[in-house]
C-alpha cells in the first residue's frame, strides 16, 4: 500500500458505522452537517491494522485474551523508536481508555476532598475526572499569548502545591491549545511538583503528532518517581473504538495504587482485537503515521489560509502538536451556546470551547483529520454561521 496524498484524500463513508462522529451526530444536528468535532479521524487505517485484525476475526473463537509479552514488547519498541523513551515490561498497566487511566489515578493517589491541578482550557474529562471523584479542582490556567500562543503559569502551580494540592494531571502535548511542550518547560514544572512530593500523571495520548522541528518530551524521559504516563494507540492510529490503552509507571508505589484500585473497581483490559491493533500499528505503522503527518500539516496550513481569508478577525493558535485547531472567535461576540447554535445551523459542527473550561468560551476545536476538502467546506460553513 501506498500512503500518499491521495490515500489521505479518499473519504472512508463513515455513515451507518455506528460512528459517534458521523452517525451520531447526523442524528442529533440534522443528516447534512459536517462534523468536525470528536478527536478521531476520517482516515482509513494503516494496513497492517486492518490485516491483523481480519486474521483474528477469521479465527471464530474470541475467548478471554492475556497481555502478552508480544504485546508489551511492541508498545516498548515504538516509545523507543519514535520516543527516544526507553521502560520496562514490568512498568506497562493496560487500560481500557486513557480516560480510565486519568480516572483511576485520581482515584489511587488522592482521598475525596483533595486537590488536583489541572491547566484550563483542557480536555473535558480532566477536569470531570476531579469532579465525578468528588476530589477539588485546582486550576492553574495556561496564560494565552497575543498570538494565541499559550504557556504554563507556574506560578499558580507552585501556589496550589502549598495550598496542599496532592495530584496534578498535565496534558502533553496540550488539547486544545496545541503545546508541545519543551523539555525546559517540563523541568520547571517538576522541579516544582518535586519541591512539594506533588506526583503527576501525565496524559501523552497526543505524543505522535509533533510537527518538526519539535519532538515530543515524555516525562518519563525526565524523571522516573511520582510520574504515571498515560498513552495509546487510538488517536496515532485512528482506533479508538477498538478500546486499549496503557499507563507507563516506572514508580513502584503509585503502580500498586494504581492496580489495586483497577482491581477494586473491577476495571478488566485484554479487548482481542484493541490488542491485535496496537501490535500491527506499533510493529508495522509508521509509514502511515509518516505520510499521516505530512497530510495534518497540510491540513493545517489550508486552515489558516482559509481563515485569513474568510475569518480576518479569527485569532488561530499556532499548532505545534496535535490534529486540533484551536480558533479564537471572541471578535464576534457570540458565547458558546451562541455560536453552537450559529454553526448547527449552517451545517457544521465543531466541539465548541466551553466543553474545556470556562476559558474556553467563544472558542471552537476544528479537527483536523479529515480530507482537505472538508477543512475548506468547514471554513466556509463557519464564515456563513458568523454573519
Ligand atoms: C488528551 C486526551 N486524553 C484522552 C483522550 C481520550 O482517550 P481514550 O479514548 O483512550 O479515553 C482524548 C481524546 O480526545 C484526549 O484528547
Redesign the pocket.
Known amino acids: 500500500m501506498i500512503y500518499d496524498e491521495a490515500f489521505f484524500q479518499s473519504f472512508p463513508d463513515r455513515m451507518g458505522t455506528h460512528s459517534v462522529k458521523w452517525d451520531e451526530c447526523r442524528a442529533q444536528h440534522g443528516a447534512d452537517v459536517l462534523p468536525m468535532w470528536v478527536?478521531d479521524m476520517d482516515v482509513t487505517s494503516a494496513e497492517a491494522v486492518t490485516r491483523a485484525l481480519v486474521n483474528r476475526a477469521k479465527h471464530p473463537v474470541y475467548g478471554y485474551t492475556v497481555v502478552s509479552d508480544a504485546d508489551k514488547a511492541a508498545l516498548i519498541g515504538y516509545w523507543q523508536r519514535r520516543h527516544g523513551v526507553t521502560f520496562g515490561a514490568e512498568a506497562i498497566v493496560t487500560l481500557p481508555?486513557?480516560?480510565?487511566g486519568l480516572k483511576a489515578c485520581v482515584r489511587a493517589l488522592t482521598q475525596p476532598g483533595d486537590g488536583v491541578i489541572i491547566q484550563s482550557p483542557v480536555?473535558g474529562?480532566f477536569r470531570m475526572s476531579v469532579e465525578l471523584n468528588h476530589r477539588r479542582v485546582m486550576d492553574a490556567a495556561l496564560v494565552r499569548g497575543e498570538d494565541g500562543r499559550y504557556t504554563m503559569d507556574l506560578a499558580a502551580v507552585e501556589a496550589f502545591c502549598r495550598d496542599g494540592a496532592k495530584l496534578m494531571m498535565l496534558?502533553n502535548p496540550h488539547?486544545p491549545v496545541g503545546r508541545a511542550w519543551s523539555e525546559e518547560e517540563l523541568r520547571a514544572l517538576l522541579d516544582i511538583l518535586n519541591r512539594y512530593g506533588v506526583p503527576l500523571v501525565s496524559?501523552e495520548?497526543?505524543a505522535d503528532f509533533v510537527f518538526k522541528p519539535r519532538r515530543h518530551i515524555s516525562v518519563l524521559a525526565l524523571q522516573r518517581e511520582r510520574v504515571v504516563m498515560l498513552c495509546?494507540p487510538?488517536?496515532t492510529f485512528n482506533v479508538?473504538g477498538l478500546q486499549n490503552?496503557s499507563a507507563v509507571c516506572e514508580d513502584e508505589a503509585l503502580r500498586k495504587a494504581l492496580q489495586e484500585e483497577l482491581e477494586a473497581s473491577g476495571v478488566e483490559s485484554g479487548n482481542i482485537f484493541g490488542l491485535e491493533a496496537a501490535r500491527a500499528a506499533y510493529t508495522e505503522g509508521d509509514a502511515w503515521l509518516d505520510a499521516l503527518m505530512a497530510h495534518l500539516e497540510r491540513n493545517f496550513r489550508v486552515l489558516r489560509e482559509e481563515a485569513a481569508e474568510k475569518l480576518p478577525r479569527a485569532v488561530l493558535t499556532p499548532l505545534e502538536a496535535t490534529y486540533l485547531a484551536w480558533l479564537d472567535l471572541r471578535a464576534w461576540g457570540f458565547d458558546n451556546a451562541e455560536l453552537m447554535r450559529r454553526t448547527e445551523q449552517a451545517g457544521v459542527i465543531f466541539t465548541g470551547g466551553a466543553f474545556f473550561g470556562e476559558a474556553g468560551d467563544g472558542f471552537l476545536r476544528v479537527n483536523l483529520g479529515c480530507p482537505t476538502e472538508h477543512v475548506r467546506e468547514a471554513v466556509a460553513r463557519l464564515a456563513k454561521a458568523l454573519v
Open positions: 478527536a481508555c486513557v480516560v480510565t480536555y474529562p496534558c488539547n496524559d495520548i497526543h495509546a487510538s488517536k479508538a490503552a
